[in-house]
């Protein structure tokens, strides 16, 4: 951002930061560009601004915002006296309920959580958090990063079968994120967790580096079972492992020559 930030003061370029979703207390400050130290010419602001109201701000340096003279901004909603009490309640309760230390600690228990999904489930990668700003990846492996939306689309699937809904997005559609409110309950808070924990556990693909390839004819006396979790039924003698994540496999001892 400091970067960005020159360039704009070397070019006349007017910086302005989109905070409509990542202000007031997302990130464990109020606005997330506080984290980097850099002041924007001009800054966005909308929905936790009042709680969800209809309510939105620009704000800008008197030299953005005197060039535009008067009567030059307007939206729909401006000035309603209902979203503009929303507001002014919700900076009230900024000041008396500690909302900011509330997003860092949350934030911090996202990512412990977050951190050992990822050392527990192969397909957990790049997990980050700012404030109560969370997301991670899936990906096919750690060591190759490919992702993998079609997890994403089961994995959201099945979350909601169990009554949780949770967002992929991304450039390539394999990102989870998570945006709760930074009030959220410690109760509710782990009983998603929990229900995502289990998504994950009944997708699970097994560790790629443990497995084997075997081609027919290579390996007599061996044979591998491959049990599709969905279906729940073996399909024994099967010499080829599928790629797909909703499969697990058991290799046994047998004195039997594949075909």
């Known amino acids: ?16 930061v989109d905070e409509v979703q990542s202000g007031f207390g997302r990130t464990g400050k109020m606005f997330a560009i506080e984290h980097t130290g850099v002041e924007p010419d001009m800054m966005t602001m909308a929905k936790s601004m009042a709680d969800g109201m209809p309510i939105s701000a620009i704000v800008g340096t008197d030299k953005i915002m005197d060039s535009c003279g008067p009567n030059s901004l307007g939206g729909t909603y401006t000035g309603s006296p209902t979203a503009c009490a929303a507001a002014l309640a919700v900076f009230e309760v900024f000041e008396t309920e500690d909302i900011l230390g509330k997003s860092q600690r949350l934030g911090e228990k996202l990512n412990q959580r977050f951190s050992q999904w990822q050392e527990q489930f192969v397909h957990v990668d790049n997990v980050r958090t700012l404030g109560s700003m969370a ?17 994403v689309g089961a994995i959201t ?30 109760e509710v808070l782990e009983e998603g967790l929990a229900i995502l924990e289990q998504c994950f556990a009944k997708k699970r693909a097994p560790d790629p580096h443990s497995l084997t390839l075997i081609k027919p004819g290579q390996a007599p006396g061996f044979f591998v079972s491959v049990s599709h979790q969905k279906l729940n039924r073996p399909c024994p003698g099967s010499a080829y492992l599928p790629s797909s994540p909703y499969f697990s496999y058991t290799a046994f001892s047998a004195p039997m020559k594949l075909a």
């Open 157 to 186: 699937k099945l979350a909601k079968a169990k009554g949780l809904i949770v967002l992929g997005c991304g450039l390539y559609g394999n990102t989870l994120r998570f945006l709760m409110p930074v009030t959220i309950e410690d």
């Open 1 to 16: 951002m400091k970067a960005l930030r020159k360039i704009c003061d070397d070019n006349g370029i007017v910086l302005i």
């Open 135 to 151: 997301a991670f990846e899936l990906v096919e492996s750690k060591d190759t990063h490919k992702p993998m939306p079609e997890l």
